[in-house]
């Protein structure tokens, strides 16, 4: 049988099943699907192939998922650090984007997020910002697979002008993209304290209209929560229920502010906790109980949020810290196992998006989107266990290789479908103009 791709790996983690790893063994790829796993004496048996590679000290696993993302945030990287949330958005993040925030800048910011991405093992990413028709754009052009956050808020920005500006510009948008292979659309109104209960209500009947995901920052701090409690009287995940927003298509980015009749609320509704640990730990915001709304059986994925914040959009990262900070939070060593986190970032993401019939596994029928990370170097050395060295000892340098739909975006190192060089030289502009 002829097939286009033979991945021979030393190691596999289809995270589907769970806690499975096969050892020397082989995917076999065709028109960008997984069409086999089998050990690699029976593959090189059983296929004709076009192109075989050998992956003899690598593990290779699903691309990871980074639910959350404000991608051309890039940008402003290191801007205005070691602040505590309020202040950094209000006085340097907001007045920065006021002035520069165009097509442009989500161009180039966009095109950095997603090469940093690749590089440290990323297929898909779930994105909230202006423009986001040119964040499409680029992650087509570039070969990476997204959600395009169809952004609303009340107030006006250089991309729309008020709450049904932003609503009539996503749903043009959505319709654009809907045929995009790599492409789907989320809903995403930005917060409770930017977003009014009438565009809420018919984000509400577009979602269900269209089967869209929407996608919202909820309980990211102490402070949101009580300054909504002496406004309304209630609390910001009260009201979104009230408004019929919580259900399987609801993704809650942060969440780090829960009561548990709150983790009851989202079990029962079955709606989605988006975990950003470093950029809650670096803007003191709070820490989300990760183990209880798992033990209540709340799919839980994780994201980086912005590189303004965190300060990278690292996801080997993300799960080493997800399971530390999740240990630590419980008080339990054996909360978040390496397993565990290694889901958030894969499978768990794709669930909350909707897209896992698609991808964030390595199982028969699914888009290969596959990554290869090389645990020869001493620092991974020695090796019992390749999920828990991925997860607790493993560097985003180590990422090899990586493919989307079965396209090569990752080649020992080298992007293929962007000039670093050229894309540095954009980047240093951007810092020049940023800081005059």
């Known amino acids: 049988?002829?097939?286009?791709?033979?991945?021979?790996?030393?190691?596999?983690?289809?995270?589907?099943?769970?806690?499975?790893?096969?050892?020397?063994?082989?995917?076999?790829?065709?028109?960008?699907?997984?069409?086999?796993?089998?050990?690699?004496?029976?593959?090189?048996?059983?296929?004709?192939?076009?192109?075989?590679?050998?992956?003899?000290?690598?593990?290779?696993?699903?691309?990871?998922?980074?639910?959350?993302?404000?991608?051309?945030?890039?940008?402003?990287?290191?801007?205005?650090?070691?602040?505590?949330?309020?202040?950094?958005?209000?006085?340097?993040?907001?007045?920065l984007e006021q002035k520069w925030v165009g097509e442009a800048f989500v161009r180039d910011g966009v095109d950095l997020a997603i090469a940093e991405m690749i590089r440290g093992g990323t297929t898909c990413f779930n994105d909230m910002y202006f423009f986001p028709e040119?964040?499409?754009q680029q992650a087509i052009h570039h070969g990476i697979r997204a959600g395009i956050g169809l952004i609303l808020i009340?107030?006006?920005?250089?991309?729309?002008?008020?709450?049904?500006?932003?609503?009539?510009k996503g749903l043009s948008l959505h319709d654009q993209l809907r045929h995009e292979a790599l492409i789907s659309t989320v809903f995403a109104p930005h917060a409770p304290y930017t977003v009014g209960d009438a565009p809420l209500k018919k984000i509400r009947t577009f979602a269900d209209k269209l089967e869209l995901p929407i996608h919202m920052h909820v309980h990211e701090t102490r402070h949101e929560v009580e300054q909504a409690v002496t406004q309304s009287g209630k609390r910001p995940l009260q009201r979104l229920?009230?408004?019929?927003?919580?259900?399987?298509?609801?993704?809650?980015?942060?969440?780090?502010?829960?009561?548990?009749?709150?983790?009851?609320?989202?079990?029962?509704?079955?709606?989605?906790?988006?975990?950003?640990?470093?950029?809650?730990?670096?803007?003191?915001?709070?820490?989300?109980?990760?183990a209880r709304c798992l033990d209540a059986g709340i799919n839980v994925a994780l994201g980086t949020d912005g590189?303004?914040?965190?300060?990278?959009?690292?996801?080997?990262?993300?799960?080493?810290?997800?399971?530390?900070?999740g240990k630590a939070v419980a008080d339990n060593a054996s909360a978040i196992p390496a397993m565990k986190a290694l889901q958030m970032a894969t499978i768990n993401g794709a669930k909350a998006l909707g897209i896992s019939h698609e991808t964030g596994s390595l199982s028969l029928g699914k888009a290969a989107d596959v990554i290869a990370i090389d645990l020869s170097p001493l620092e991974t050395q020695p090796l019992y266990c390749p999920v828990s060295q991925i997860v607790y000892a493993a560097s985003r340098q180590q990422v090899t290789d990586v493919w989307v739909a079965g396209k090569r975006l990752l080649n020992q190192r080298r992007l293929t479908t962007l000039d670093s060089a050229e894309l540095i030289d954009k980047i240093k502009d951007w810092q020049r103009r940023l800081t005059q």
């Not at 590189?307 to 900070?325: F, I, Q, Y």
């Open 134 to 136: 040119i964040a499409a």
């Open 241 to 290: 229920h009230e408004l019929a927003l919580l259900d399987p298509s609801f993704m809650a980015v942060h969440m780090t502010q829960l009561t548990g009749a709150e983790i009851s609320l989202l079990a029962e509704t079955g709606a989605h906790i988006i975990h950003c640990p470093e950029s809650n730990l670096k803007l003191a915001s709070g820490f989300c109980p990760v």
């Open 307 to 325: 590189a303004a914040s965190n300060n990278d959009l690292d996801m080997l990262g993300e799960m080493r810290t997800a399971a530390l900070l």
């Open 1 to 95: 049988m002829h097939i286009d791709t033979l991945l021979n790996a030393r190691w596999i983690i289809p995270v589907e099943p769970e806690s499975v790893t096969y050892e020397h063994h082989s995917l076999a790829i065709d028109n960008g699907r997984i069409i086999d796993l089998l050990p690699t004496v029976e593959a090189l048996q059983k296929y004709q192939v076009e192109s075989i590679e050998n992956l003899e000290h690598h593990t290779l696993l699903p691309g990871l998922i980074n639910s959350h993302s404000h991608a051309a945030m890039t940008l402003l990287r290191g801007i205005a650090d070691d602040l505590h949330l309020m202040d950094w958005l209000t006085h340097h993040i907001w007045p």
């Open 154 to 168: 009340d107030f006006p920005s250089a991309w729309a002008d008020n709450s049904d500006h932003y609503l009539e």
